[in-house]
């Protein structure tokens, strides 16, 4: 991921629907969820959350799926890692040792 890239998610993290539709999506995993049932759980008019969910797509953090009439929306975990490895990259000079906190904090726990 580049900066311009970057500032893009960042922008579109900046607002509050929008982080709780991504986090919501790294919640529902693999399943994903649909347009309705993300704006119904977070109590958001439809006009309003596809405006939302059209920001996300082209951050390059959600995906998207068409399933017959309606669309399914995932979190892209390939924009989160780009994401997250664009803030990493230069944070270890050499020392992996200094980034092994952040990573274990943001790793999912074993189960």
Known sequence: ?????????FA????PTRLDVFRLLIKAGEAGMSAGD????????????SA???ILARSGLIRSAREGRSIRYFADMGGVRGLLAFLMEDCCAGRP????PVIDAIAC???
Do not use: W
């Open 12 to 15: 579109a993290l900046s607002q």
């Open 52 to 54: 939302n969910l059209s």
């Open 97 to 100: 040792e200094l980034c092994q």
């Open 109 to 111: 726990p074993r189960q």
């Open 38 to 49: 993300i704006g119904e759980t977070l109590e958001v008019r439809q006009n309003t959350m």
């Open 1 to 9: 991921m580049d900066r311009k890239f970057a500032l893009e998610a």
